[in-house]
């Protein structure tokens, strides 16, 4: 692996095969070397989720010399790939870490299941900058044409300026079918999901459940929040933290030392 340029660790939660990493590698050939070691299957939902139990298998499936480009697919979780990447394959932190793009929003409280963002948490947490990219489709064919110059340039960028320690980025861009009216920085929108489970049962008539429901927007109006930004054909940018505490409410758990 070449010293004298960036190197970029490509990874995701659908999959190596997904069009999704496939159409963000394509939109970073060039600005470096690009190593992708991605699931060898779907991962979704599986947010910061390690291997503990069982060994993880990763193997080289192809090197491509003339575009930079190398793939290995690992039987274990997003973050498995993240780990597995920097310590064993890469051997060394790269400059640049890229997730997705994913299948799927992944914007307000969906950063809290995702794989695609536990990836990029995880290169927060190697201190390497770090990226999610998801686009608002989950057709495994989606049109992923339009995202290509904002993982381009975006990439770009923080390949120059990198991010604050601790910070990644959760990027969604809004369906191919909806006019993209350009990029905002936002916070994350507060929601929930509810109903989220729809009764069934198998063939022996025993119960199952199924995860479905809806999200509810609990601030569809207020314009500083990604849910807004892309129900008005923007792509939303918002800059996660690794540091989960609740700074400002330090102060007022102070009285709790007193329970013992």
């Not at 993209?180 to 025993?206: H, I, M, P, T, Y």
Request: glycine content about 8%; overall charge negative.
């Amino acid at each position: 692996m070449s010293v004298n340029k960036p190197l970029i660790l490509v990874t995701n939660d659908d999959g190596y095969q997904a069009k999704g990493i496939n159409s963000l590698v394509e939109s970073l050939i060039g600005l470096g070397e690009i190593v992708v070691v991605a699931p060898d299957g779907p991962r979704s939902g599986m947010s910061s989720a390690i291997t503990s139990i069982h060994p993880i298998r990763c193997h080289l499936l192809k090197k491509d010399e003339q575009k930079d480009v190398t793939v290995y697919a690992c039987s274990g979780t997003p973050v498995d790939c993240v780990k597995l990447g920097i310590s064993e394959i890469i051997g060394r932190k790269p400059d640049l870490l890229v997730s997705g793009i994913n299948h799927g929003s992944n914007a307000s409280v969906c950063v809290l299941y995702s794989g695609t963002m536990g990836a990029a948490i995880e290169g927060a947490l190697f201190k390497v900058p770090s990226i999610g990219f998801s686009l608002l489709d989950h057709d495994y064919n989606a049109d992923f044409s339009h995202t290509y110059s904002i993982t381009r340039a975006l990439s770009q960028k923080i390949l120059k300026t990198g991010l604050p320690s601790g910070v990644c980025l959760n990027v969604n861009i809004p369906n191919a079918k909806d006019e993209l009216k350009g990029v905002k920085v936002c916070r994350q929108a507060a929601g929930q999901w509810v109903e989220e489970f729809k009764r069934s049962e198998d063939g022996a008539n025993k119960q199952v459940f199924w995860l479905t429901g809806r999200f509810d927007n609990d601030e569809p109006n207020d314009e500083a929040t990604d849910e807004w930004a892309l129900a008005n054909g923007y792509a939303s940018i918002v800059p996660i933290k690794v540091d989960m505490t609740d700074h400002d409410s330090l102060s007022q758990m102070l009285s709790l030392e007193e329970l013992v």
